[in-house]
T-cell receptor, first 115, second 112 residues
Framework: NAGVTQTPKFQVLKTGQSMTLQCAQD?????MSWYRQDPGMGLRLIHY???????DQGEVPNGYNVSRSTTEDFPLRLLSAAPSQTSVYFC??????????????FGPGTRLTVL | GQQVMQIPQYQHVQEGEDFTTYCNSS?????IQWYKQRPGGHPVFLIQ?????EVKKQKRLTFQFGEAKKNSSLHITATQTTDVGTYFC????????????FGKGTHLIIQP
């Protein structure tokens, strides 16, 4: 199993550009999520999905869109990049939903710089 | 909404010394998880605690969940250079949001 994969590993954008961060998992996990990590801020939840066709907002959803057309894929779209979106983005998946979460498997991350 | 506070933010220790990081929640948690992130890496799951007063051990690591299920700690005995990294606690976000709220982490720096 490849686990959780993310592409690209690094990306530089100009303000106003749009792009999609890819995330895929091969563990048949129902739950997937996107986090951003900024220095001194820990991990903050952007969007999550409890299954194909179902998405919802996390703590910091503004400026991002997601979709979940398949169990395996959960892309994150930046609509119009801003310097404040410079961050490291992690995708994670888990086979549980609800109050008791099981182990979250994280991808290797995408390091995004917006100029 | 749910807030998870973690202290200290940084901890410098000499190799062989013990290390402890503390996690406090503003609300009662149904469970708490701990993750480790090596420099330049991604978070890796360490353990999950569910029961009030629960204590779990993994070799030199000891995890505790408070009786009121609002606090937790991670203690490392006799640190080694391989323990370097950031340790995060995380609890369910609650308030209708289906996700995890992470603490800001404790950076463990070990001097040989």
């Amino acid at each position: 199993n490849a686990g959780v994969t993310q592409t690209p590993k690094f990306q530089v954008l100009k303000t106003g550009q749009s792009m999609t961060l890819q995330c895929a998992q091969d563990m048949n996990h129902e739950y997937m999520s996107w986090y951003r990590q900024d220095p001194g801020m820990g991990l903050r939840l952007i969007h999550y999905s409890v299954g194909a066709g179902i998405t919802d907002q996390g703590e910091v959803p503004n400026g991002y869109n997601v979709s979940r057309s398949t169990t395996e894929d959960f892309p994150l779209r930046l609509l119009s990049a801003a310097p404040s979106q410079t961050s490291v983005y992690f995708c994670a998946s888990s086979y549980s939903t609800g109050v008791i979460f099981n182990e979250q498997f994280f991808g290797p991350g995408t390091r995004l710089t917006v100029l | 909404g749910q807030q998870v506070m973690q202290i200290p933010q940084y901890q410098h220790v000499q190799e062989g010394e013990d290390f402890t990081t503390y996690c406090n929640s503003s609300t009662t948690l149904s469970n708490i998880q701990w993750y480790k992130q090596r420099p330049g890496g991604h978070p890796v799951f360490l353990i999950q605690l569910v029961k009030s007063g629960e204590v779990k051990k993994q070799k030199r690591l000891t995890f505790q969940f408070g009786e009121a299920k609002k606090n937790s700690s991670l203690h490392i005995t006799a640190t080694q250079t391989t323990d370097v990294g950031t340790y995060f606690c995380a609890g369910p976000s609650g308030g209708g949001a289906d996700g995890l709220t992470f603490g800001k982490g404790t950076h463990l720096i070990i001097q040989p």
